[in-house]
């Protein structure tokens, strides 16, 4: 019996030939990330009596989540960082500005394909989209891995999901992980490692494709992988990675399940509030009223994002009442997005343009709703009062869809504007 | 031996119910953590939980964030142990290195009401509840040294100390 790629990789870190699983196995990660928590990891590094993190290369930490800093104590936790950054000598430190850990990360080159990445950050499943064992953990658990250079980790079990057929025009990525977890619920993948497949994936570009493996923790998966191709040799090379081992699934490896979906006839879908399971195609939810539309975040802040979202505002305007915010995902794609003409599309139509960074995403700063207030927003959750009052509603929908429903002031459908 | 009253919940208990994500770079203490226990869930939650209680909920519980956070507040709110039909993989782990004990039981969870006693007895694998009594696969060694040393912190300064 041949072996899935998620087993291929940690296989080959924990140093086996084979791995089973449900086995538990102890791993040296390749890559170990923090953001602004990393103040609070370093808090529970002090208390292990350890002077020194034994791998500091191994480290990449970015600020994203609160910045520019919102209050003095974030603006203290990031002076702490930067200070442990310089008493640790740690290299890849990323400030304010830069960008949001799941886009810096792979764009300085760190998402290897076959490496083991662990992150104190839930959706450090986007690195699968490279083909790299990827997964969140909690902050005492950083903090023992850099004092110990290891972790333990439970071989999950695979799941396959194989995604045909061809999408229509104004469907995108965001749209097929959100039909995916509509069908399966927001626990349909626990526990287990997703293998995204099919000849939609094969056609996605590796934005479309971070999508999916961003969003596999919403169906609770460890992790949301996909098979290293030319397209994802190509953006890796393009971002200095040209050195590695592209495994690939046996094709006779075992999965527990595989699930199919052909989604040919695909229409953009929306996550009603409070959870991302509840997830309506668009006709169910057209005409619904919004205050603000989020454009960003580490599932939608990309350029291709940017770029879809900037053709349909074109020459439009963000109707009176609704906030439109647009973070980009990092100082590149801002850059890009200047460069491409993109930004004064966006400047016209009357966006705010914003840092590159998290935003309101979590509800920390930046635009936060208040009681009775509507969001359509692209982030990847939508859970009663993440971004301010618990009294505020929360849809997620695709960038095309976020473009148009600014310029209406409803939920729409962004087909008529294409 | 745990010994407390249940706190009952549903499914898809997620992280920004449990602690919102707005506390979680500015509250670093865990008393003050507490206080905003399940805040957008029962904002009361704090103030009628006491130590030894348990908490039982559906299944998914702790999905969304891996604030750690979720779990810290609820083991400081007074929870020791939480029984669900399942859990979000990251909460899980947390909750262990935070010295909650955590059992999966589809069982317990049918069976049981909100506000009753109950009492879990980690060793011997056993929960009671309404006169019944269920078991649990025991932990494993590792697991239980991390439960008992009181958190993964302590246990692994135990360990690098030797």
């Excluded at chain 1, 009596?49 to 990031?78: F, M, Q, S």
């Excluded at chain 1, 190509?234 to 199919?260: I, M, Q, R, T």
């Excluded at chain 1, 003409?341 to 966006?351: K, S, T």
């Excluded at chain 2, 031996?1 to 770079?25: A, R």
Aim: net charge negative.
């Amino acid at each position: 019996m041949g072996a899935t790629l998620t087993e291929k990789i940690i296989a080959k870190n924990a140093g086996k030939k084979k791995v089973s699983p449900g086995e538990i196995v102890t791993v040296s990660p390749d890559r170990i990330l923090s953001h602004d928590n990393t103040a609070a990891i370093i808090k529970h590094f002090r208390k292990l009596g350890v002077e020194k993190v034994i791998a500091p290369e191994k480290l990449v930490i970015v600020l994203d989540h609160v910045v520019p800093a919102a209050t003095e104590t974030y603006a203290v936790n990031h002076k702490e960082i930067r200070r442990f950054v310089d008493e640790q000598e740690i290299r890849n430190f990323f400030d304010a500005g830069c960008g949001i850990c799941h886009q810096v990360l792979p764009e300085e080159g760190f998402a290897v394909p076959g490496t083991l990445i662990v992150g104190a950050d839930s959706h450090t499943t986007t690195y699968g989209a490279f083909g790299a064992f990827s997964t969140g953990v909690g902050r005492s658990e950083i903090a023992v891995t850099w004092a110990t250079d290891e972790i333990w980790l439970r071989v999950p079990e695979s799941y396959k999901i194989v995604i045909n057929g061809e999408l229509p025009p104004g469907v995108t990525s965001k749209d097929v992980i959100l039909k995916i977890i509509g069908e399966i619920g927001a626990d349909g993948a626990l526990y287990k490692a997703v293998e995204f497949a099919g000849p939609v994936v094969d056609r996605m570009t590796i934005a479309g494709r971070m999508v999916l493996s961003n969003m596999a923790m919403e169906m609770g998966a460890k992790n949301g992988i996909i098979a290293p191709d030319e397209t994802a040799a190509k953006w890796l090379f393009k971002h200095g990675v040209s050195n590695f081992e592209a495994l690939c699934p046996d094709d006779d490896a075992s999965y527990e399940k595989v699930l199919e979906f052909n989604l040919g006839d695909l229409v953009p879908q929306i996550a009603f509030p409070h959870t991302v399971d509840n997830v309506k195609p668009i006709d169910e939810a057209e005409g619904i009223k919004v205050d603000q539309v989020l454009l960003g975040t580490c599932t939608n802040g990309r350029f291709e994002d940017l770029y879809l979202a900037a053709q349909i505002l074109k020459g439009k305007k963000v109707a009176p009442g609704v906030r439109m915010l647009l973070f980009p995902a990092s100082r590149n794609v801002y850059s890009q997005a200047l460069k491409n003409g993109l930004m004064e599309i966006f400047a016209d139509a009357g966006v705010i343009i914003m840092n590159p960074g998290c935003g309101p995403c979590l509800g920390a700063h930046e635009g936060i709703l208040a009681p009775g207030e509507v969001c359509l927003s692209t982030a990847n959750r939508n859970f009663k009062g993440r971004m301010g009052s618990t009294d505020s509603e929360i849809y997620l929908a695709s960038p095309a869809v976020a473009a148009a429903s600014a310029i209406t002031g409803k939920i729409t459908d962004p087909i008529i504007f294409m | 031996m745990i010994k407390g009253k249940i706190h009952k919940f549903g499914d898809d208990i997620n992280t920004d119910v449990i602690f919102p994500g707005k506390y979680t770079y500015s509250i670093s203490d865990p008393k003050e953590m507490a206080k905003h226990a399940m805040e957008n869930l029962d904002p009361e939650f704090a103030e009628k939980a006491v130590k030894g209680d348990v908490i039982v909920a559906g299944k998914n519980f702790g999905c969304g964030s891996s604030r750690e956070q979720a779990a810290t507040c609820l083991k400081y709110a007074g929870i020791e142990a939480i029984i669900a039909c399942s859990f979000s993989r990251i909460f899980f782990r947390n909750a262990i290195n935070n010295a909650i004990l955590a059992i999966v039981s589809k069982e317990v969870y049918d069976f049981c009401v909100d506000g009753e006693p109950i009492i879990v007895y980690p060793e011997r694998g056993v929960i009671q509840v309404r006169g019944k009594e269920y078991n649990f696969p025991k932990l494993s060694p590792d697991i239980m040294g991390i439960l008992k040393d009181g958190g993964l912190i302590e246990h692994t300064k135990k360990k690098l100390s030797k």
